[in-house]
């Protein structure tokens, strides 16, 4: 599936002296996709339901979502209903009709009723086939299951796109999705996976193509692997903080067995250890004091990090029989070069590894109490905004680069981004601060960013930073962060100064990337 055309991309392969898009140590470009959930506004699938959300229970006289517990099978169909009960899901909660509007096709399997209503409106019904008009300008589609008989439950529902019906089996990707994102180097599939809080600890309760929706943990991994094999990307994987070993052993043998053999992997265990915000943080904490590695919690999960992330290795060398296909991540936090050192020397972790990634973001994060604070920053001009993040943020991530780098260079180390782009962002309640919300989102689409950008890959280029894994691909910015590249799948790219940027780099580096 090779599509190398330009001679800046010949260029690069010919660098490579290998299958991979570039050699070891020279940068390239790769990304982070948008995890499914029923308002994720990049559209991946054509099969809209595999992004529902999780089944809601309803009952006649109850508040909405206060109904009985439903009964599941392990894939999340519903067994069987209370009287005067139904279960209710949402796809395409967009607002704005950022998706596609038109004739929708229904197939289920299994004998019951479904109703639909907001988005979507039934125009023809027939056992296991309804097709339903959506409006995409009303919002979601709701979804109810109205019926279902327990000796022959509804199940296997798919919503899918207009003019997808007869090749969504062979191919679920929804073709922008695919154009939008061909010619990265890598795909880090940690929002994809679920990853951040992930309970998946065997291989039983791994997603797979039979369950309801993908929304509950995550994308089935035949699909991530059919996705880098479509695009010529090497997967990036994260790997569940309580995977037992069968469950990484399994996942290896699956992705040797079919992802195309010039293909490598990039391996990393769960995301951002170090991070406290995070239930995998306090658990490898937990399991580091278990295991007698030091008595702060902190510095016990760091070590646990390099602990648990050598024994994942060492499987999945077992698995392939050596590392020639295998590039072993041990993650670190960028501001704090000391924290990487302790992962890295721990039990002489590096030995076994060959990156240290980081997350070195264009750091803005604002708080109620911080200097400035977030009342003070709400009543600046973007200009303003703009100029902080110039003079001050750019040139502290400039410097945890060059100070990450030293520490990769001292164990022999690569250095990469498992994230990276702004980080302009309200914290510790300045999140709900409207006003400086929408500045902050005004400083996301000021032209001014993309020089910005361009200083910042430079940067990285400069310090011989490799994999740069941008975070994120599509969603629409919120007071949570303004994180993706584009809001919507049907942006137009060339007013993202961020997409413009990003693109333009990795069009130097030699990849065939943008519309």
């Known amino acids: ?32 996709l948008a995890g499914p959930a029923d308002w994720n506004t990049e559209l991946p699938f054509v099969d809209v339901f595999r992004m529902s959300r999780p089944w809601i229970s309803q009952q006649r006289g109850k508040p909405w979502g206060q109904g009985p517990e439903l009964e599941l099978d392990k894939h999340g169909w519903v067994k069987r209903l ?71 439950y509804v199940r296997n529902i798919r919503v899918i796109m207009p003019g997808f019906e007869q090749t969504y089996k062979t191919n679920p990707w929804r073709p922008g999705f695919l154009k939008r994102w061909q010619g990265m180097a890598c795909l880090r599939f940690m929002d994809f996976m679920h990853t951040n809080g992930s309970k998946i600890s065997t291989w039983d309760e791994r997603p797979t193509l039979a369950d309801a929706t993908f929304s509950r943990h995550g994308v089935a991994l035949e699909w991530m692997i059919d996705l880098c094999n479509r695009l010529d990307a090497d997967p990036w994987f994260c790997m569940p903080h309580m995977a037992d070993d069968n469950f990484v052993q399994d996942f290896a043998a699956m992705v040797k067995r079919d992802l195309e ?83 890295v020397e721990w039990q002489d972790a590096y030995k076994h590894a060959d990156a240290l990634a980081i997350a070195p973001y264009i750091s803005f994060n604002i708080s109620p109490q911080g200097k400035p604070s977030a009342d003070e920053v709400a009543g600046w001009t973007v200009e303003q905004v703009l100029d902080h993040i110039e003079n001050k943020s750019l040139p502290e991530s400039i410097d945890w680069i060059t100070r990450s780098k030293a520490v990769a260079d001292k164990y022999n180390l690569r250095l990469m981004t498992y994230e990276g782009g702004q980080h302009m962002v309200g914290v510790g309640g300045g999140e709900n601060n409207q006003k400086l919300t929408a500045l902050l989102h005004a400083a996301n689409a000021h032209p001014r960013l993309e020089a910005v950008y361009d200083r910042y890959f430079g940067a990285w280029q400069e310090a011989g930073g490799d994999m740069f894994c941008y975070f994120s691909s599509t969603s629409q910015w919120s007071k949570w962060g303004s994180w993706g590249l584009l809001q919507f799948c049907d942006d137009d790219p060339q007013e993202s100064p961020k997409y413009r940027a990003t693109f333009r780099w990795a069009k130097k580096l030699g990849q065939q990337v943008g519309d």
């Open 1 to 32: 599936m090779k599509r190398i055309a330009s001679l800046a991309a010949v260029a690069a392969a010919v660098l490579s002296l290998s299958p991979c898009f570039a050699s070891d140590g020279v940068a390239r470009l790769g990304m982070n």
């Open 82 to 152: 209370d009287k005067d009960c139904w279960a209710e899901t949402l796809v395409c909660t967009i607002d704005g009709g950022h998706y596609p509007s038109g004739r929708y096709t229904v197939l289920y399997d299994g004998n019951g009723k479904l109703d639909f209503w907001g988005a979507g409106k039934t125009a023809t019904t027939a056992p296991g086939r309804i097709t339903i008009d959506v409006d995409s300008s009303k919002g979601a589609i709701f979804i109810r299951l109205m019926e279902t008989d327990p000796a022959d």
């Open 261 to 343: 053999p010039d293909r490598k992997i990039y391996i990393e265990y769960s995301n951002e250890l170090w991070n406290g915000m995070f239930a995998q943080s306090r658990w490898a904490g937990e399991q580091g004091q278990r295991l007698g590695f030091a008595e702060k919690p902190w510095e016990a999960g760091w070590r646990f990090t390099a602990y648990r992330s050598v024994q994942i290795f060492k499987i999945w060398e077992r698995v392939f029989g050596g590392t020639e296909r295998l590039v072993r991540v041990l993650p670190s936090q960028a501001a704090n070069p000391y924290v990487s050192e302790r992962i």
